[in-house]
Every structure is written in structure tokens, then in C-alpha cells.
């Protein structure tokens, strides 16, 4: 469903979508705005979102965490507001979290290495200035 002209808020019944085994989810690069529904957290078999380059605005949810199998998750290029919680990296599969250009503050990623192993964050200056410098990178990952 990415770069498909999508626009509005991604409908919070979204974790209705569990049952079908959903493993990879890519709303990029559409116009989807508002809040990112916390009921995407219920999607427990997830392993890829990407959520980049729309124009989402709010926190970002605690309950992206209960994705259990989370690898891959793209938020970058919104407006998303305060601290990367850090329910979101207790995924033991997390590898990539990418954050950049976005509205974030700095918060306790990086005080947190068994949640967000160093290099799986990726973050611009804003976010990763300073003291998330060491576990922050600037470059994408290739897998």
C-alpha cells in the first residue's frame, strides 16, 4: 500500500487484522495524518512497519511494543512529538528503528542498550545529538 495517494487516519481497527497473520505492513509515502493507533501493538505476528513519509503527529505508541516479532520499524519523516518509549524495543528481534526527521526529544533510548542495541537506532541530530551520538547512527542499514 505504499507511495497509493492513502490520506485521513489509519483506522484504529487495524488490530482487527491479527487473525490474518499479517507479517509486513508498508503505509509509506502516502498522506496519511494523525496519530499512529495504538491498536497496531495487537498485530502480534508483525514484523515489518513502515509508517515513514506521511505526515503522522502524536507520540509515538507504548504498545508498539507488544508486537513481539517486530524487526523493522520505519517512522521516520513525520511529525512525531516527545520520546521513543521504551516498550517499543522489547521486541528481542528488533534490528532497525528508524526515527529521523521527525519532531522527537531526547529521551531514554540509549540509557536503555538491552532494549535498543547500539547502531539500531537511526536518528538525525535533533534526536541523536549529544549524549545519543554513541548509539545512534547517521547512515541506513542494508540488509
Sequence with gaps: LSSNQLSGEIPSEIGQLDGL????LDLSANQLSGPIPSQLGQL??????????????????????????L??????RNDLTGVVPSEVGQSGFLELLQVE??????????????????????????YCGGPFNSCC??????F
Design 21 to 24: 497473520g499479517l507479517v509486513l
Design 101 to 126: 526527521r521527525n519532531l522527537l526529544t531526547g529521551g531514554n533510548v540509549c540509557s536503555e542498550p538491552d532494549r535498543f542495541p547500539p547502531r539500531t537506532v537511526i536518528g538525525d541530530s535533533s
Design 71 to 76: 524487526e523493522v520499524l520505519d517512522l521516520s
Design 44 to 69: 502480534s505476528r508483525l514484523r515489518f512497519l513502515d509508517l515513514s513519509s506521511n505526515q503522522l503527529s502524536g507520540p509515538i505508541p507504548s504498545q508498539l511494543g507488544q508486537s513481539g516479532f
Design 137 to 142: 547512527s547517521y547512515a541506513y542499514r542494508v
